[in-house]
């Protein structure tokens, strides 16, 4: 846990009243030391225990004299999807940000960026930092998805250059991925509304013009998110068409095989009855001669095929 006093720019180690009085005081902990801070603040008990369930939704309440915010972060790790849950408790003299334990890198660098630019003093006002958080939370959605986009549109290109098989699973993949982003940027689009209405006035009117971009942006980025969640949809299609298209092939060379071995086991199928009366059976050049009916009838086809440029 550390604390900040943004007047003073001074840095504390733990909570004690004292330092979580101060003017202008930001405190960033983990999910596990949020119920020691709810006496010292007077929080309602619901949100240090959906802080320490970590139930994995995105929510605003206004209570009386805070605001209390749930953010979900995404990311991919090995292939699959990690929620982690990101609180904020929002008030006139402090602001406490609540990171899960793990917060894997795109979190941890973000939390950092957050640190440095408090301790720098590159942040002097608890609503700038508010909206520093959204604003950091949309930059890093936003490079995320458009990572998500490239390699979207590089798996484009090989299923169109070669479908394969092992490609149904990666497409399956960023769809999962891209539905996810999708809903909780929805979530968080209808959140950037309710800042904006601010029931307990607690954002600097200085600062408050921010949040109108953020609102934007989040809604930018829904919009960005539901785009990449119709392209996994039109990869399926890609690929169901390439799958399809060489399926049609394989199916037109058999075809054209066929219609060599067809007319050659006729031959030999007649020849292979064994009648008595068979004069090719007992003529000298029966054998030849049979040769050479069928590479003449391959020939006969092959030119055909040639002509009607089906070879």
């Given at each position: 846990m550390m604390v900040y006093d943004l007047k003073k720019g001074q840095k504390y180690d733990s909570v004690v009243p004292e330092a979580a009085h101060v003017a202008d005081c930001v405190i960033f902990c983990h999910a596990g030391e949020v119920d020691g801070l709810r006496n010292v603040f007077g929080w309602d008990e619901s949100t240090t225990l959906e802080c320490m369930n970590l139930v994995e939704t995105v929510r605003y309440t206004s209570y009386d004299g805070y605001d209390f915010i749930s953010l979900i972060h995404a990311d991919t790790e090995g292939g699959e999807v990690v929620q982690r849950e990101v609180n904020v408790f929002f008030a006139k003299g402090y602001l406490v940000l609540v990171l899960p334990e793990n917060g894997g890198a795109r979190l941890s660098r973000l939390s950092r960026g957050l640190r440095e630019a408090v301790e720098s003093g590159g942040i002097r006002s608890l609503t700038y930092l508010y909206y520093s958080i959204f604003n950091r939370l949309a930059m890093d959605s936003s490079e995320f998805?458009?990572?998500?986009?490239?390699?979207m549109e590089e798996l484009s290109e090989t299923?169109?250059?070669?479908?394969?098989?092992?490609?149904?699973?990666?497409?399956?993949?960023?769809?999962?991925?891209?539905?996810?982003?999708?809903?909780l940027l929805r979530a968080l689009s209808y959140i950037g509304g309710q800042i904006l209405a601010d029931e307990n006035h607690l954002l600097d009117k200085a600062h408050a013009h921010y949040f109108r971009r953020i609102d934007a942006s989040l809604m930018k980025l829904y919009v960005f998110a539901n785009h990449l969640y119709a392209f996994s949809g039109e990869l399926l299609h890609i690929y169901d068409s390439r799958s399809t298209t060489r399926l049609n092939e394989?199916?037109?060379?058999?075809?054209i095989l066929m219609l060599f071995f067809g007319p050659l086991t006729v031959i030999t199928g007649i020849y292979g009855m064994n009648f008595n009366n068979?004069?090719?059976?007992s003529w000298s050049y029966g054998y030849p001669a049979a040769l050479a009916i069928m590479a003449a009838v391959c020939l006969?086809?092959?030119?055909?095929?040639?002509k009607k440029k089906l070879l």
């Open positions: 998805l458009e990572a998500l986009e490239d390699r299923i169109s250059a070669n479908s394969e098989p092992g490609q149904i699973t990666h497409i399956v993949q960023l769809r999962k991925v891209s539905y996810t982003h999708k809903k394989t199916m037109n060379k058999l075809t068979m004069p090719e059976l006969t086809i092959y030119a055909t095929l040639k």
